[in-house]
């Protein structure tokens, strides 16, 4: 099973920072997953929400912000452990430091109702121009539009399925989506990754990874239920376990 490490080692960094990436790279994790966004100025950047209201407290969008714009504002501002400046990072500035470290990348878009229009070929082209980047990325959405236009660009790029207000109920649908972009993984909340959820993810041809699981307790319940990778703010608290295989 991955341990997939969440926005950085984010339970021990400001999340989505340049510290919190290098610091799930010293903790050893070799599986990232980070968000996508697009300032006004086309640069790609990282950074959870669609505005910094969360993190530097302030009501600003990123869709609205130059990148020069972006970089003043503190987005350690809501972590009390360490509140030192730490500004949105360009998303090359993230794969830079973990890249080197990484096995599997996962770059989760947000783009509701195509807030970003072209984030899907400009987050490709970034990918398809940096050496041995593509083998190891995978891009995932919320936004079944998005996978859609990334699936139409690409013919080769892997591709995740994101369920968001999932049920047991509207999971076969949500296979047939995720079937119908050609995924290969499908990624669910840990409020519904029961064995026979997870069961009917794996028979349907997809590999299975869980949101977001911080205890040692679910991390061995995902792994005994034969899911394929978790998301964790605790990198290595998880990697101690070795749960591997
Ligand atoms: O990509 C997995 C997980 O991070 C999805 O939820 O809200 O953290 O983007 P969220």
Redesign the pocket.
């Known amino acids: 099973m991955k341990i997939i490490s969440?926005r950085g080692a984010s339970a021990y960094a400001p999340e989505n920072t340049l510290k919190a990436f290098k610091l799930a790279v010293e903790m050893g994790s070799r599986d990232f997953?980070f968000?996508v966004h697009l300032t006004k100025d086309g640069e790609l950047v990282v950074h959870?929400d669609y505005t910094l209201e969360h993190t530097a407290g302030k009501h600003v969008k990123i869709v609205d912000c130059t990148y020069e714009e972006l970089k003043k504002f503190n987005v350690a501002w809501h972590y009390r452990a360490d509140r030192r400046p730490q500004h949105v990072p360009l998303l090359a500035d993230v794969i830079d430091i973990i890249a080197p470290h990484a096995d599997g990348l996962?770059f989760?878009v947000k783009n509701d109702g195509n807030l970003y229009p072209g984030i899907e070929k400009k987050l490709l082209d970034f990918i398809k121009h940096r050496a041995g980047l593509l083998e190891k990325s995978l891009i995932?959405s919320f936004d079944h539009g998005t996978l859609k236009r990334l699936r139409a660009l690409s013919h080769t790029v892997k591709l995740a399925y994101?369920g968001h207000g999932l049920s047991t109920m509207l999971l076969l649908p949500a296979l047939r989506k995720a079937r119908s972009v050609g995924a290969v993984n499908f990624?669910l909340a840990l409020r519904i990754a029961f064995k026979l959820n997870i069961s009917r993810i794996k028979k349907a041809g997809f590999n299975a990874c869980v949101?977001?699981v911080n205890t040692q307790k679910d991390a061995k319940r995902m792994q005994a239920i034969g899911v394929d990778g978790i998301?964790t703010n605790h990198p290595d608290i998880l990697g101690k376990w070795t749960l591997k295989g």
Do not use: V
């Open positions: 969440h997953e968000d959870h996962n989760e995932s994101l990624h949101y977001t998301f």
